[in-house]
Each structure stands twice: as C-alpha cells, then as structure tokens.
C-alpha cells in the first residue's frame, strides 16, 4: 500500500503520479487536500502519511512539495521513518538499496511528470540490499543518538 500527501505547490504532480499508480495496479491512498488550498502546509500532511506508514506494515509513502525539503524534514521527525528526497532515479535507488527508504519525497519545482513517474518507478522496483554494513546505520538511525 502507499499512501500520497501533497501540499499545494505538488498537488498537480502528485495527482499524475495517481494516475500513474492506477494505470500500473498499484494500489494507493490519496491523503491530500482534495484541491489546491494555497495555505495548507506541509507538515500535517506529511504527518497524516507517516501515521498511515506506520500504522500499515509494509507500507511505503509518498511526499511531493516544492523543494521537497520541507516534506523530508517534517517527516524524519518520526520514528521509523527513513524519507528520502530524491530529485532522480539515481537517487531513489540508492535510497532504497541502501537506506531502506519508506517514503519517497519528490521536489515539484523540479521534476517533470516524466521524470517523476521514472524516479518513482525506480523506487518502487528497488529493493534494500541488506547488507550488514547497510542494516547496521539504518539501526544506529533508530537510536536516540544516532
């Protein structure tokens, strides 16, 4: 399951990637706003798709603001949580390889539908590698102090 959470400068995109979803099977819930409200702000809607992922074991989410750094950082205030901003493909790889990345941020300012649906794409087909060396930070990350 992946939950979805926009503010209003990534409403527009993540509404496509919805569509992207759908037409790929993939099953999602949408925790938007269902239009654009120029003052809704990040935090709360990041808040309400880390309750979802935390709640739903094995479940993943998916942020798109602006810049995609207000979303990140709202949402790594939670315990496990790992939210990677990922701006590519690339990166969203490495988020999942390595970091086992259960949400996804995606900058609206820029990426193009195109390349927002192939940075996704890659995060969804990407699994954690589990290498020790890998699973050893990702527990140092669930310590209080790092």
Same mark, same amino acid.
């Given at each position: ?8 400068? =990534? ?7 919805? +569509? ?6 993939? @099953?999602?819930?949408?925790? &938007? #706003? ?31 603001? =602006? ?7 709202? +949402? ?6 790992? @939210?990677?901003?990922?701006? &590519? #493909? ?57």
């Amino acid at each position: 399951m992946i939950f979805l959470g926009a503010d209003h400068n =990534g409403i527009v995109l993540k509404n496509r990637l919805l +569509a992207f979803l759908k037409k790929r099977g993939v @099953a999602f819930v949408d925790l &938007s #706003p269902v239009r654009r409200v120029p003052t809704d702000d990040y935090p709360p809607i990041a808040r309400r798709v880390v309750a979802a992922v935390r709640r739903k074991k094995g479940s993943f989410g998916v942020l798109v603001c =602006g810049s995609g750094n207000g979303m990140a950082m709202a +949402a790594n205030r939670f315990p496990d949580i790992r @939210a990677a901003l990922a701006p &590519s #493909p690339a990166y969203a790889r490495k988020a999942r390889e390595d970091e086992n990345a259960n949400i996804i941020v995606l900058p609206a300012w820029w990426l193009t539908t195109r390349g927002a649906t192939r940075t996704l794409h890659q995060w969804l087909t990407t699994a954690f590698s589990k290498e020790p060396r890998h699973r050893r930070r990702i527990r140092q990350l669930s310590t209080r102090n790092g």
